[in-house]
């Protein structure tokens, strides 16, 4: 994995291919820039959430229409408290949100839809609860545009492509912090099903995955594959397909 410092169109080209659009596999460079980009466009996006039912992380989804929502696992919403991890750069004034926001109030609000793996939260609700606090959001937002269609996802195959999973990890941190880093990682098709086919580290379970197609000239389009689920020996994905058919509106 790779920390973060930090349109769809990257400027990375992949390895020849024979039909377009296509899922790829990178060389190691372009990885390296697909990465850098993803963590300079959406790090914002990404929140940590932590709670009874572990560590994991949350992204936010700008839907159109539908308008805004925190998507990540299901498995992390199921208990009566948690929080959202907040670092300085997701809010504003600074110095007023504090280092944590409390979910225990906005539990009812989930959408869970256990058979996607997947929960759903309004961010109407989050920006009031910030509202009330004297504070607001600064975030990033995985739009519309980047998140994949069923015909990108009907793309993949058996053969692994190139992912992306940006995530708050959990490391050992007298602190308690939790960096935003990057997982490049491989990406198949197995029948109905998508998976990364790694273990990944403590705290990426709701993690959003990105991948890329290659067009005619070699240029790459990156997008949103879908969210991380619990797994071990590998990850299945909850896609956007099925999430956006779950969006409420």
């Keep these: ?6 349109g769809n169109r990257v400027g990375a080209r992949a390895r020849p291919a024979l039909a377009y659009p296509r899922p790829v596999l990178l060389d190691a460079d372009a990885e390296n820039e697909v990465a850098y980009r993803l963590c300079q466009l959406l790090g914002r996006a990404i929140l940590p959430v932590d709670g009874p039912a572990g560590s994991g992380t949350a992204f936010l989804f700008d839907a159109d229409p539908g ?3 925190l998507l990540t696992a299901d498995a992390l919403t199921h208990t ?3 929080e959202i991890v907040l670092r300085g750069s997701v809010t504003e004034p600074t110095g007023v949100a504090g280092d944590a926001l409390d979910l225990t ?5 989930w959408i869970h839809r256990p058979d996607l793996g997947a929960a759903i939260l309004p961010m109407a609700v989050l920006h009031e609860r910030a509202r009330e606090r004297g504070w607001r959001w600064r975030l990033q937002h995985v739009t519309e545009g980047l998140a994949a ?10 053969q692994p492509s190139s992912a992306f999973v940006l995530a708050h990890g959990v ?19 197995e029948g109905d099903a998508v998976r990364l086919d790694a ?11 990105f991948a890329v197609d290659t067009d005619p000239d070699g240029d790459l389009e990156v997008h949103c594959l879908g969210l ?10 909850a896609t956007f397909d099925r999430i956006r058919a779950a969006l409420p509106g």
């Design 149 to 158: 269609g069923a015909d990108r996802i009907a793309r993949l195959g058996p």
């Design 199 to 209: 273990d990944l580290p403590d705290g990426y379970v709701g993690a959003p995955v």
């Design 228 to 237: 991380v689920l619990p797994g071990d020996g590998g990850h299945l994905l």
């Design 80 to 82: 009566p408290c948690g």
């Design 1 to 6: 994995m790779t920390g973060c410092t930090g």
């Design 67 to 69: 308008g805004e929502h």
């Design 105 to 109: 109030g906005v539990a009812s609000a």
């Design 171 to 189: 490391r050992e941190d007298p602190a308690g912090r939790r960096p935003l880093e990057l997982a490049i990682e491989r990406v198949v098709r």
